[in-house]
RNA sequence: GCCCUGGUGGCGGAAUCGGUAGACGCGUCGGACUUAAAAUCCGGUUGGAGUUAAAUCCAGUGCCAGUUCAAGUCUGGCCCAGGGCACCA
């Protein structure tokens, strides 16, 4: 074996044999129980950055550990491939997109291979690639068939610099998710997916996953907004109209003293008088310049107009005014809300604003408020409401809700906050929306025997203002498939979330060219197992492919409910406290790690400093420090005279003669034990790590103690080294390779099984009973772990520090924690 | 405002059940080897008091209380940081 460590020449002999063997394709048929470990699949944006290093070394990791427990693993990768930076790349170098594309997927198709990642690439997906995106439109097809996509003309939200529409989920602070401009609304028609239908169950089945963190079920849970109330209907005294509001306070009907609409409600035309139609016109006008940002700042002084018309409460008959102001949204509940200023903060700043009157209706009994200086929203007591005054708040939502029913003038209601997905987009590079227009027949879906509807070539991406796809001559006419006359292609293409929202289903059956995927495959390998990416779409392509999962089981495509059973979210890689950015300059390039130092010790530090979840700060004196590290393991295996190969006797307990052998012994079986557990639990991999430094420190500690090693010597170190490369095999994935078969394997070490522990020895030969004085620490005594209590206690007692400590104190009492600890107390 | 996460040395971070706080690493200081350097190996490194040196003592896990023989860990109240949601009626 060579002396000095150079990682880059047997990684590349490594890379190269794996490759040619086919070492990580995965079987579908094996008597192994399966495995599915699945990173975030990348944009190729064009070179690999820290995090999809971390990201997919994390899961690689996994993969690996997995197979060596015994699992068929399942651990794939692929390119989300379409979006806007590669149309975006084509404007400014007359290239095309497919082309740009492409060259990406080479270049970080071999960066991956360098970093050693166990992928089977027969199964590699590419959503950009007609194979993929005709089984994306076929399924848009299902979902249109099934009533889940539809076309509707709406306010949605455009972002002028990308050209195009967005979903409610891509809008970040009134902002556009990608190029951070600012978002307007537009009225367009576009299409839909309706996720609301699965809004119930997208919120109850969050339950069923314990696997996901509490945070991204939160975001999930908050982004639904599931909220129980009621309809309530007023009748306008001056129309003959009637006005519902939704609420969550039925209870405070009896304090309303106005009703407010927003400035887009619908009737509101009908709503206002001669008198007041000048100032409500340009309060809708002042309304629809401001941007979604001014309007939903919540510290801005809140404004409105009368409208001029009255309504009538059905619980007390009196009349009270509507009003016009932009707290109240258009497109949540009714877009009308009932005013109670006495127990709801906006409604009382904009009631002290405009000299609006207050009824308290709510009360605590121990100290009632007049509400003079401030809205009181707690729970409390009904009061001035007529038959319901005394009644618990809680049960006057019930009651009141109910009169309104029987009355006829209300129901009971749970709204959400989500709205249906907008999945149409004005630009090119992307799935075609597989639809054509005819003018007799209207909305055609294009046949599944035509699919795919391919993007045209014929396109000239320098255009402005619209979509690129719309200058091809070949695209846009066809014929209608249901009169045969002349028909009009849609030209939007789709949101690239609804390619990646099914992508995980056909890895289990990449090359299916007669479905999107077989029923027994994508129910043999999914859910998937492990799930590994960032916090970023905790929202967004998260809640997105479990709406794809639950529709795709409504079609009967699949029967599982839930796409992704455990959840990693990796944290960030930062680089001096900030997050590595271009703009900021402080990009670390992987290339550059893995030139200098190889991939083994780009995986170990990414995974050694920090617990996976959390962000992780890189410092190139981390880097050094595990190169070092690995050099120091090297010279461990390169000393190989000591070894007597792979085939050593069983080393039980009491086998070892020597002391310090039996010891190091017992090391290598606590650190099999504790790598295993801190992997198992949680994927703990920087305490796995700190666990590695450990052995190798006590193999050195024992080796340096020795001059020349006996029989016993050589069989104990030659465990100790070859367990310790089996534990360290699933992230320093090609040094490891390398010993393993300097020190005679000849099958991968990949493919051997994992250690195992033995309780008996993976714990100290004797323990140290820890001896405190009324809690504090006084003493330390090694003792044998036979010892029973009352012999620990003698011991304590025997302790010449302890006897001095007590001395003239009376012993009050006395705590022995069995084979750890003795308390004493005095007085 | 509401929700989630976190707060431990100079730094990243350890610490199943409440039971030795600071594992492991980085940095740093000192030593060995060397003509020298690099590499490597060994040792110190929470703060304060104390000592020629040691022994030793005291304080210490964001803050304030509490439970307990014993609290980083449990309970109550607060403060701070990061993230998410937000005129959602």
Excluded at 75 to 98: C, T, Y
Excluded at 103 to 112: D, P, R, S, V, W
Excluded at 370 to 390: I, M, Q, R
Excluded at 697 to 720: C, G, M, T
């Amino acid at each position: 074996m060579k002396d000095a460590y150079f990682p880059q020449e047997i990684e590349k002999k490594w890379q190269k044999i794996w490759e040619e063997k086919g070492a990580f394709k995965t079987p579908d048929s094996s008597d192994k129980p399966k495995y599915y470990a699945l990173s975030m699949f990348p944009y190729p944006s064009g070179k690999l950055h820290m995090g999809h290093v971390r990201n997919y070394t994390i899961t690689d990791v996994i993969a690996r550990f997995k197979k060596m427990n015994g699992y068929n693993v399942l651990h794939p990768m692929g390119w989300d491939s379409f979006g806007l930076p590669a149309e975006n790349a084509a404007m400014k170098h007359g290239a095309n997109p497919e082309t740009w594309t492409d060259e990406n997927i080479a270049y970080m198709t071999k960066q991956l291979k360098m970093l050693g990642l166990s992928y089977d690439w027969d199964r590699e997906v590419t959503t950009c690639k007609p194979d993929y995106y005709k089984w994306t439109q076929w399924l848009f097809l299902q979902l249109y068939k099934k009533g889940l996509a539809y076309k509707k003309e709406a306010a949605v939200n455009w972002c002028e610099e990308c050209g195009t529409v967005l979903a409610n989920e891509q809008v970040i602070d009134g902002k556009c998710w990608r190029c951070d401009h600012v978002v307007e609304k537009k009225y367009l028609s576009q299409w839909f997916l309706k996720i609301t239908d699965y809004a119930e169950v997208l919120l109850e089945d969050l339950d069923k996953l314990p696997g996901w963190s509490d945070n991204v079920k939160t975001m999930q849970a908050n982004w639904i907004g599931k909220s129980q109330g009621a309809i309530l209907k007023f009748k306008v005294v001056e129309k003959d109209l009637e006005v519902p509001v939704y609420t969550t306070r039925p209870d405070t009907v009896h304090g309303i003293t106005y009703l407010v609409v927003a400035p887009e409600y619908k009737d509101i035309d009908k709503l206002t008088t001669p008198e007041n139609k000048e100032a409500v016109e340009a309060y809708r006008a002042n309304a629809r310049k401001m941007t979604e940002i001014e309007r939903l700042s919540t510290d801005r002084v809140k404004t409105g107009v009368p409208l001029g018309t009255h309504c009538i409460n059905p619980y007390t008959g009196e009349k009270f005014p509507l009003w016009t102001a932009d707290y109240a949204l258009v497109e949540y509940g009714t877009g009308a809300v009932m005013a109670v200023p006495a127990h709801d903060t906006r409604d009382f700043d904009f009631a002290k604003k405009y000299n609006l009157p207050l009824k308290v209706v709510i009360q605590d009994p121990n100290s009632p408020s007049d509400c003079k200086n401030e809205a009181y929203t707690e729970p409390g007591v009904l009061v001035n409401s007529n038959e319901f005054d005394g009644m618990n708040n809680e049960d006057a939502k019930k009651a009141i809700t109910q009169k309104a029913v029987n009355g006829g003038f209300g129901e009971f209601k749970t709204q959400y906050r989500l709205r249906d997905w907008l999945v149409s987009r004005q630009r090119y590079w992307g799935a075609p929306i597989p639809v054509v227009y005819c003018e007799k027949c209207g909305i055609q879906p294009v046949p599944e025997d035509q699919l795919p509807v391919l993007l045209p070539k014929d396109v000239d991406f320098s255009v402005v203002g619209k979509s690129p796809i719309t200058t091809s001559k070949t695209f846009m006419n066809t014929t209608c498939p249901c009169c045969g006359g002349p028909a009009k292609r849609e030209t939007d293409t789709m949101d690239t979330f609804v390619c990646s929202s099914w992508y995980y289903l056909r890895y289990s059956d990449a090359k299916n060219d007669k479905m999107p995927f077989a029923k027994d495959k994508v129910n043999k390998w999914l859910p998937v197992d492990q799930y590994v990416g960032g916090i970023e779409h905790a929202i967004l392509h998260l809640l997105y492919s479990r709406f794809f999962t639950k529709a795709l089981r409504d079609l009967g495509l699949l029967d599982f409910d839930e796409p992704f059973k455990n959840l990693l979210t990796q944290g960030m890689v930062l680089k001096d406290g900030s997050k590595m950015s271009k703009s900021k300059g402080n990009t670390v390039d992987p290339d550059e790690i893995f030139e200098n130092y190889g991939a083994d010790t780009a995986r170990l530090f990414i995974l050694s400093d920090s617990p996976p979840a959390r962000d992780f700060d890189w410092s190139d004196a981390g880097v050094e420090g595990c190169y070092k590290f690995l050099n120091r393991v090297w010279r461990l295996i390169s000393s190989n005279e000591e070894f007597i190969g792979l085939s050593y006797p069983e080393l039980g307990c009491g086998s070892l003669k020597k002391k310090e052998n039996d010891n190091l012994l017992r090391l290598v079986h606590i650190a099999i034990k504790g790598i295993t557990n801190d992997i198992s639990n949680d994927f703990q991999f920087n305490t796995v790590i700190s666990k590695y430094r450990e052995l190798v420190n006590a193999i050195y500690d024992w080796r340096s103690k020795k001059s020349d090693l006996d029989e016993e010597d050589k069989i104990v170190f030659s465990f100790a080294v070859v367990t310790l490369i089996k534990l360290m095999s699933p992230v320093a994935v090609h040094l490891t390779e390398e010993a393993w078969h300097e020190l005679g394997g000849e099958t991968s070490i990949h493919d051997v099984e994992w250690p195992k522990w033995n309780d008996n020895l993976a714990k100290a030969s004797s323990i140290t009973l820890v001896v405190q004085i009324n809690g504090k620490v006084k003493d330390k005594i090694e003792a044998d772990e036979a010892l029973s209590e009352e012999e620990l206690k003698q011991l304590a007692l025997s302790s010449e520090k302890v006897k001095e400590l007590i001395e003239g104190k009376t012993i009050v009492k006395t705590i022995v924690v069995p084979k750890k600890l003795v308390n004493i107390v005095v007085k």
